[in-house]
């Protein structure tokens, strides 16, 4: 059973507005998430995390929003690039017992000039 | 500075031959990782290995098996490859000590199996 939904398969956003990709998870002892990049024929590339003790977490155009009582998560990129097109996807995992990540299957962003 | 490198990148079998799939990470990583990812899935965890001489079966170990052959090499053997073994795998690592980082991955190996 997937513990970890990325409900949209794809988005499309205009150069310059912003994007905003969700995921949600069902397993209410995760504690640290993680979001990840890939493009065609490359390995997945971290991209940006956030541990539960926080609600919200920034790294230049990125950020991520965390909200536990819902148990979502979301990403927003601002502004967004032609360069973002990219496969993302959420990741989460349970640090005191967990041995590896947790992914949702993905959503393909494609951003347009 | 290469990170985790696998090879080959791709591999054409046909129905019960064996391969073995090479991953490599030149980063003093304790913990390495061995996903699949097939069209619209995420990652699925096949085997792991938490430190050197240790591995674990993840999610779908069926028809694999690993060796961690030393701190650096983590390598995954299809015995008999069969059809649904066709997917794109991809060999990861992190440093250990806490699950709280990021996994780097390698690029990726595409096996298809006719």
């Known amino acids: 059973d997937q513990q970890v939904k990325q409900n949209s398969p794809s988005l499309s956003v205009q150069e310059g507005r912003i994007s905003i990709l969700n995921c949600d998870y069902t397993n209410s002892m995760f504690d640290y998430f993680l979001w990840y990049k890939k493009y065609p024929a490359e390995g997945p590339t971290f991209l940006i995390s956030i541990s539960s003790i926080k609600d919200k977490n920034e790294d230049g155009r990125f950020t991520v929003f965390l909200n536990k009582s819902a148990k979502h998560l979301s990403l927003h990129i601002v502004p967004s690039q032609p360069g973002d097109s990219a496969v993302y996807f959420c990741a989460a995992i349970e640090t005191l017992s967990g041995y590896a990540l947790n992914f949702g299957k993905g959503t393909s962003l494609l951003v347009t000039p | 500075n290469a990170g985790v490198t696998q090879t080959p990148k791709f591999q054409v079998l046909k129905t019960g031959q064996s391969m073995t799939l090479q991953c490599a990470q030149d980063?003093?990583?304790?913990?390495m990782y061995w996903y699949r990812q097939d069209p619209g899935m995420g990652l699925r965890l096949i085997y792991y290995s938490a430190s050197e001489g240790t591995t674990d079966k993840g999610e779908v170990p069926n028809g694999y098996n690993v060796s961690r052959l030393n701190k650096r090499e983590f390598s995954l053997r299809l015995e008999s490859a069969a059809p649904s073994q066709t997917s794109v795998y991809f060999c990861a690592s992190i440093r250990g000590g806490g699950s709280n980082q990021p996994q780097h991955f390698g690029d990726g190996t595409r096996l298809s199996i006719l």
């Open positions: 980063m003093n990583h304790n913990s």
